[in-house]
T-cell receptor, first 115, second 109 residues
Framework: ETGVTQSPTHLIKTRGQQVTLRCSSQSGHNTVSWYQQALGQGPQFIFQYYREEENGRGNFPPRFSGLQFPNYSSELNVNALELDDSALYLC??????????????FGAGTRLSVL | DQQVKQNSPSLSVQEGRISILNCDYTNSMFDYFLWYKKYPAEGPTFLISISSIKDKNEDGRFTVFLNKSAKHLSLHIVPSQPGDSAVYFCAASGNQFYFGTGTSLTVIP
């Protein structure tokens, strides 16, 4: 067990709605990253937060936004949902800013379905 | 734009034999390469990594080889065990983090 928990595990929304996904980091970790994994694909990097500030972003539009709280838990918000947003959303926490040099511990993910 | 590619979606190997999983990348600026393993209904788990300044890293049954001139890395599992059956993702670190599409490994008892 990694200690990274995500909620909810499954979610169904309709196109145009907004969604908030939550992640509780492993104890002692100050960095969180979010990934989108579409069916049959590898995870795609959305963004990273380090000590409550965005520290890197992948090729995702601004309607994907996030927050990291003082206790290092995190939220991913997606506005104006599109059908292509249907995917598994993974959160990972680590103990430092470098995603390569610090092991990322992943949660089991939130499965989002947009109808 | 797929910067990290795993061209074999699946691989089957007999227990006790070697499993070789391959990965190709396009960006010569990547400085770290990693392998993750994923079981169903779980998040990916870190397996092994290698810096771009090295060409081999070994950890128990797992060895990663890096060929920078070919922009190719591979993961060798020796001997393969049924518990190794999972999806394996290679990943590369540059200005952001890139995962491949995964290879599903089945180790047959």
């Amino acid at each position: 067990e990694t200690g990274v928990t995500q909620s909810p595990t499954h979610l169904i929304k309709t196109r145009g709605q907004q969604v908030t996904l939550r992640c509780s980091s492993q104890s002692g970790h100050n960095t969180v990253s979010w990934y989108q994994q579409a069916l049959g694909q590898g995870p795609q990097f959305i963004f990273q937060y380090y000590r409550e500030e965005e520290n890197g972003r992948g090729n995702f539009p601004p309607r994907f936004s996030g927050l990291q709280f003082p206790n290092y838990s995190s939220e991913l918000n997606v506005n104006a949902l599109e059908l292509d947003d249907s995917a598994l959303y993974l959160c990972a926490s680590s103990s430092g800013r470098s995603l390569a040099k610090n092991i990322q511990y992943f949660g089991a993910g939130t499965r989002l379905s947009v109808l | 734009d797929q910067q990290v590619k795993q061209n074999s979606p699946s691989l089957s190997v007999q227990e006790g034999r070697i499993s070789i999983l391959n990965c190709d990348y396009t960006n010569s600026m990547f400085d770290y390469f990693l392998w993750y393993k994923k079981y169903p209904a779980e998040g990916p788990t870190f397996l092994i990594s290698i810096s771009s300044i090295k060409d081999k890293n070994e950890d128990g049954r797992f060895t990663v080889f890096l060929n920078k001139s070919a922009k190719h890395l591979s993961l060798h599992i020796v001997p393969s065990q049924p518990g190794d059956s999972a999806v394996y993702f290679c990943a590369a670190s540059g200005n952001q983090f890139y995962f491949g599409t995964g290879t599903s490994l089945t180790v047959i008892p």
